[in-house]
């Protein structure tokens, strides 16, 4: 399920293929994925523009029309694009598709239909109404604000770093990998680790996120220390070798390791 890492790879994705195409018409093949815009609306909005830049914020993809307007696309569970040429090739469960003028298409799929296309002339304050928190690689999120963060929530650290309107782009998976890579337990309350805790939090947030990226993110090139290679393989820690626990915690499963994590 795409979480910051995948939408990251997502975004160098369109502007390694797509940016500044001609769109010559767009396809809405489910407009119940649409939220605040029409789909003739959409159609029209998009019609003879091209794509200036992709920005990312959380699990949110922002793409900037010339015409000033943003699309945003949130990628749900199971979202993913796909650029290509060949009609053949367009994936199933296209929800979205753009063709350009130069015979390539830029499709968006989403089995699951859990995701979501919108527009917004203004991406600030599509932000600020999503309450979405900080993106964990904006430079302005420091380890002070970082800790001032999680300071003042009284949920569990696993579902506090899920939480998008503390932190935007962290979900199951990359929390459960930022506490076993810290050695900090799931259920330990947001507002408790001491503050050395709290800086091996944030570095390895910070270490994770980049590795992920650098990984595009398939969980085979993650290095061998990491939990989400082993996770639904040997269930097994791959620090320890102790059997890992599989535990409910904010409403998802959560992965961790009873000795290494405390
Ligand atoms: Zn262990």
Redesign the pocket.
């Known amino acids: 399920m795409p979480e910051l890492p995948d939408v990251e790879v997502f975004r160098q994705y369109v502007e390694s293929t797509a940016l500044h195409q001609r769109i010559d018409s767009t396809g809405i093949r489910d407009k119940d994925m649409l939220k605040g815009v029409s789909a003739p609306g959409l159609r029209k909005d998009l019609k003879g523009e091209g794509i200036e830049s992709a920005r990312r914020h959380g699990k949110y993809l922002f793409l900037e029309m010339e015409g000033g307007k943003w699309l945003v696309l949130h990628f749900g569970m199971t979202g993913s694009l796909k650029y290509f040429k060949d009609p053949d090739k367009e994936p199933t469960h296209t929800r979205l598709i753009f063709d350009f003028e130069n015979g390539y298409h830029l499709a968006y799929a989403c089995p699951r239909k859990l995701g979501r296309i919108g527009l917004t002339r203004d991406m600030a304050k599509f932000m600020r109404e999503k309450k979405l928190g900080p993106d964990p690689c904006d430079p302005g999120l420091n380890r002070e604000r970082f800790a001032a963060i999680f300071g003042e929530s009284r949920a569990t650290i696993k579902s506090a770093l899920m939480n998008q309107g503390l932190m935007a782009g962290i979900g199951n998976i990359y929390s459960d990998e930022i506490l076993f890579q810290a050695g900090i337990s799931p259920e330990t309350r947001a507002d408790r680790p001491s503050k050395d805790d709290m800086e091996a939090l944030f570095s390895s947030m910070e270490h994770l996120l980049e590795a992920a990226i650098d990984a595009r993110p398939d969980p085979s090139d993650m290095p061998s220390s990491f939990l989400m290679r082993d996770r639904d393989k040997s269930g097994k820690?791959p620090?320890?070798g102790?059997a890992l626990v599989k535990k409910k915690i904010a409403g998802r499963t959560a992965h961790y390791?009873p000795?290494?994590q405390k």
């Open positions: 820690c620090k320890c102790k390791c000795r290494c």
